[in-house]
């Protein structure tokens, strides 16, 4: 009898020894460089890829998800702490249980480092000799792997444009978007300042009580699910006047200004009295402070809401076909003292990086998947969608007699009325919801396709421009003095301000400061949605002071020191890649 | 097995020898310390047989109350520690008391975790306070003669429960939104214009939530007083309704004192989980606007160690909530003393 319990015991014990040890893992084993990659892989994969911009979680589907399939051999199962929700939650389970993913887009800077220096991403400078794509990145690659033992990440957004010349092609990143439709049926009054955009909106809003579908149109409708250092859409009127924040201070990307975010003469505290005001006036959709970003585009879609921060807002959720024919659309209408910010394209890259999981199952092949992003090829397809490139040369667009890239008829379908139904041969299903979830481009759409002399972005070919002459873009040129796109407006006069692309790494908060802030947030937040729906401006000024009050209880100032000092270091920097590189 | 007969015996006369020795240690106790010592050791010798199988007998419990209970404990280390997960524990920097410093160093984070303390106790005092309901709802549902219409009943109260608190917050969404439901039909009857702030208020958190766990737990708080009620001695109803008891007099005589020993063991659970009022209600019901008084403790530790990603912080603050457990059992103990004269620990 005794003995069986010693063997239990014993068997017990040694359980709970290899359950700890389990935890320690091997060492790394040694890799040879190759040189090239195989032509094709015989074992099908599925990839986990850990995506920090994705929208979109499960398997890629539709004829991207065919396209990697036929070339890799694998399936890519997203991973998108977006979609998750919850801030760092899912990124810190995947840490602590020692997997992010097999293919990781990471932010670089603090994630990255601290995933270097936890072993949690590979050493890719065994294949970096066979990304032959990717190798003619090298200066950034270099950059960006500096102070590192090895090639762990691959830059983002690259591009061989100058880095104080805009990123995009014809439209800016923000700006004052309004229904012109019905703008000019009021007869385009003139808008000398942001808070004169008010009246407009009302008196719109009133043209305008209901929507298509019958439901009621609201002028502006906010969303709850991109708030971070204060609520997002508040940060937008900002950026109209050329401000960006850092943390809690807001600059000028010129480094002619700089403000705290809760300064009583703020951009952001103007931008919250402007919500405020509107809401006295009824022209907020009072499920603002419940809806997501998706719930709220769902509602442009359906024209129940008429003024847009972004032209990927407005203008990709409503201008369709059917509308522009009509005369409706969103446009940017300018505010007389604006000065609209747009960035740069980046030196040595964008906020994102690729990175390859220290537990991939088939890194080789992730390293040729990275690698395609770079090439035409995964280009035009990784950004085929609305907005950007045009998607696999043969679908959607083709060389024309004179050599010019054009749309295909499915193109033209797509692009032009919305999305269309893929051939079976391509993968079927539709385009759009076919497109790569990856949301992150290897290299700008903007930059030039060798093969066609022309940027990856549909948008900028001529056969592409003859296409999309609507009443709505006639109407609108008209009245802009015959500017052709909205970025030649804007430069023609002098109402933009490029923040040069200096690729800016944010430093790693020490603890304690990232401590503070994740308290002060939330605050900030908390107060900013209180201010917008205060009744009265007694009530949303005891609101304004109750959060400064509290928010420096919890440490505003002290981090507000460090953003600051960083916002200047990063305004130094600019002007070092400007004089550089510009 | 073997046998030892010798041994046998005394093991199967340990009961009754050890009272006697114990008896004849306390009358030798005066008379020679030899003797005493010689009883001593004996005693010993048996009681350590004996202690020893116990001892084995309860060790898997102990080893289950020191993985469960104890060995948690050592996660404190990490309130120790700038603890970084992708860095490990090992990897990252140890800090000493920084965080603790933190905590008490501004008055306004005092204040927060004032407010955050005061929401727990208020919501679990209103839990307490509620906690007579399903005891009343059982009696009552108890009284209903129609069988059918008592298990629809039970049925439907008791369904909530299994529904989890997500889903109960679409529920909630859907009808109290400001487009949902109940918006609607006040709107369309021309009774407001501008809707109703049910869900993103900070009016009457405590009392709202209060109602949605009654409405969740009503039924399934009630099954445990259905079954107490099953088991009461049906003489007892007999002699009473001979003696002209009428079915309040029931109800108030016989029902409800038969079940207080049930209520008020359910009672004391519910004291002992005063600061466990959980996460998840209180989670999926946060907005901008209710957060300041929505946040219960465990709620607090979430939002800052995994929302707010501070790990090392959170545990910090996590301690508080044994510190206070600590105390509030102190406090009890201690009434309980002065009061019955006995103390539970």
């Known amino acids: ?582 | 097995m073997r046998e030892y007969p010798a041994s046998r015996g005394a093991a199967g006369d340990d009961m009754t020898s050890q009272l006697v020795l114990q008896e004849v240690a306390a009358t030798e106790l005066e008379e020679s310390p030899a003797a005493e010592k010689a009883s001593r050791k004996q005693r010993r010798q048996a009681g350590g047989r004996r202690s020893y199988t116990m001892f084995l007998c309860i060790l898997p419990f102990m080893v289950l109350v020191f993985v469960f209970s104890y060995f948690p404990l050592y996660g404190w280390i990490y309130s120790l520690f700038d603890y970084r997960a992708a860095l490990g524990l090992s990897g990252s920097e140890f800090v000493g008391l920084r965080w603790f410093e933190l905590l008490v160093s501004s008055p306004t984070q005092v204040a927060q975790i004032g407010q955050v303390l005061l929401n727990t106790l208020a919501i679990s005092f209103l839990g307490i306070a509620t906690s007579v309901l399903p005891l009343f709802f059982a009696v009552f549902l108890n009284e209903v003669r129609a069988p059918w219409f008592r298990n629809a009943v039970q049925t439907l109260t008791t369904l909530p429960n299994f529904i989890s608190w997500v889903l109960v917050y679409m529920i909630a969404f859907s009808l109290f939104s400001s487009s949902g439901l109940v918006n609607n039909v006040l709107n369309d009857a021309g009774l407001i214009t501008q809707p109703l702030k049910f869900l993103d208020t900070d009016q009457n958190v405590w009392l709202t939530m209060t109602l949605w766990s009654v409405w969740k737990g009503l039924g399934w708080g009630a099954i445990i007083y259905l079954a107490a009620i099953a088991g009461i001695d049906q003489s007892l109803y007999e002699s009473a309704k001979i003696d002209g008891a009428g079915r309040f007099q029931l109800m108030r005589y016989i029902t409800i004192p038969q079940l207080m020993p049930t209520y008020l063991v359910l009672l004391l659970l519910s004291v002992a989980n005063l600061l466990n009022n959980g996460m998840e209600q209180y989670f999926v019901f946060q907005n901008a606007f209710n957060k300041e008084t929505i946040q219960v403790l465990d709620l607090y530790v979430y939002n800052i160690g995994i929302t707010g990603n501070s790990l090392s912080m959170a545990t910090a603050i996590g301690m508080l909530k044994s510190v206070i457990s600590v105390a509030l059992l102190l406090t009890v103990n201690w009434i309980a003393k002065r009061v019955r004269g006995q103390s539970i620990v």
């Open chain 1, 1 to 582: 009898m005794k003995l069986p319990k010693k063997v239990v015991a014993v068997a017990s014990a040694l359980a709970m020894v290899g359950l700890l040890t389990s935890c320690i893992g091997g060492a790394p084993e040694e890799r040879a460089a190759i040189s090239e990659f195989p032509e094709k892989w015989d074992e099908e994969i599925t990839v986990d890829v850990f995506d920090g911009v994705a929208n979109y979680m499960g398997i890629q589907e539709g004829w991207f998800g065919d396209l990697v399939k036929k070339k890799f051999n694998m399936k890519l199962n997203f991973i998108a702490p977006n979609v998750a929700g919850g801030g760092d939650t899912l990124y810190n389970t995947r840490v602590s249980a020692g997997n992010l993913g097999d293919l990781i887009v990471i932010d670089k800077g603090m994630k990255l480092d601290e995933l270097v220096q936890g072993g949690l991403v590979l050493d890719s400078a065994p294949f970096y000799p066979a990304m032959t794509n990717v190798e003619k990145f090298d200066t950034a690659v270099t950059h960006l792997n500096e102070g590192k033992d090895g090639i762990f990440a691959f830059p983002t957004m690259m591009s061989s444009i100058k880095p104080t010349e805009p990123d995009g092609g014809v439209d800016p990143s923000f700006g004052p978007y309004l229904r012109w439709d019905l703008y000019k049926q009021l007869g385009y009054p003139e808008l000398n300042t942001l808070e004169d955009v008010l009246p407009v909106l009302k008196q719109m809003q009133d043209l305008e009580p209901t929507a298509p579908n019958g439901a009621k149109v609201y002028a502006l409708s906010l969303f709850k699910d991109w708030d971070s250092n204060g609520i997002v859409t508040a940060k937008q009127p900002a950026a109209f006047y050329g401000y960006e924040d850092m943390g809690f201070a807001v600059a000028k990307a010129d480094g002619s200004d700089y403000q705290a975010l809760l300064d009583d003469d703020s951009e952001y505290m103007r931008a919250l009295k402007f919500y405020h005001e509107a809401n006295k006036l009824g022209l907020i959709d009072p499920e603002s402070t419940t809806q997501n970003y998706d719930t709220m585009f769902s509602k442009v879609q359906n024209g129940q809401v008429l003024f847009s921060w972004w032209p990927w807002l407005g203008q990709s959720a409503y201008n369709n076909d059917a509308n522009t024919q009509a005369g409706k659309g969103f446009e940017i209408v300018p505010l007389k003292d604006m000065n609209v910010l747009t960035f740069g394209a980046e030196v040595y890259g964008g906020a994102q990086t690729f990175a390859i999981g220290s537990k991939a199952k088939d890194p080789e092949r992730i390293a040729a998947f990275i690698d395609w992003l770079y090439s035409p090829e995964g280009r035009h397809a990784n950004d085929g969608k609305v907005m950007a490139a045009a998607g696999p040369k043969g679908l959607t667009w083709e060389l024309d007699d004179s050599g010019q890239p054009a749309l295909t008829e499915l193109g033209r379908k797509i692009f032009i009325e919305g999305d269309a139904e893929v051939p079976a041969e391509w993968g079927g299903g539709s385009f759009v919801d076919g497109g790569s979830q990856m949301n992150v481009s290897a290299v700008l759409p903007a930059d030039i396709d060798k093969e066609t002399g022309l940027p990856f972005s549909y948008r900028t070919w001529p056969t592409y421009q003859a296409l999309v002459e609507t009443p709505l873009s006639a109407d609108w040129k008209a009245k802009m003095g015959g500017a052709p796109t909205t970025m030649d407006y804007l430069r023609d006069n002098d109402q933009l301000l490029v923040a040069t692309g200096a690729s800016y790494t944010t430093p790693t908060d020490s603890s304690e400061i990232q401590t503070l802030r994740k308290q002060v947030e939330p605050i900030v937040v908390q107060y900013s949605w209180k201010m917008v729906f205060a009744g009265t401006d007694a009530e949303f000024d005891q609101l304004k002071a109750d959060m400064q009050e509290e928010a420096k209880g919890l440490g505003y100032d002290k981090v507000l020191e460090v953003d600051l000092e960083r916002a200047k270091e990063r305004n130094e920097e600019r002007e070092k890649v400007a004089k550089e590189f510009g």
